[in-house]
Nanobody, 125 residues
């Protein structure tokens, strides 16, 4: 089992940047693939990005590719989501998730076993 805690959310103007962090504890973090999801009010949770347990492979949704970068530091048991060129439509609660077996291209939230509590990102002028 792995416990996840996100941080780094906040209010940012359009075009701005934020870096989200996901701190893991419990089981060995490097045994898990990791993903980031987001959920806007009244909408379903949607896939943002995923990174393999080694950190060498990544996958992004088309809506964030080229603007967001997912990474991880297994020595620190942390994952990150660097967000640039933020837009109002990026607003929502951002969640990190982990799973031992999930494929990187799996975008279904139910495929991930472990979730953090979320951190709010608001993009507004």
């Amino acid at each position: 089992q792995v416990h996840l805690i996100e941080s780094g959310g906040g209010l940012v103007r359009p075009g701005g940047s934020l870096r989200l962090s996901c701190a893991a504890s419990g089981s060995t973090f490097s045994n898990f693939n990791m993903g980031w999801f987001r959920q806007a009010p009244g909408k379903e949770r949607e896939f943002v990005a995923a990174v393999s347990w080694t950190g060498s492979n990544t996958y992004y949704s088309s809506s964030v590719k080229g603007r967001f970068t997912i990474s991880r530091d297994n020595a620190k048991s942390e994952g990150y989501l660097q967000m640039t060129g933020l837009r109002p439509e990026d607003t929502g609660a951002y969640y990190c998730a982990a799973d031992r077996l999930v494929a990187l291209t799996t975008t279904r939230p139910g495929a991930y076993d472990y979730w953090g509590q979320g951190t709010q990102v608001t993009v507004s002028s």
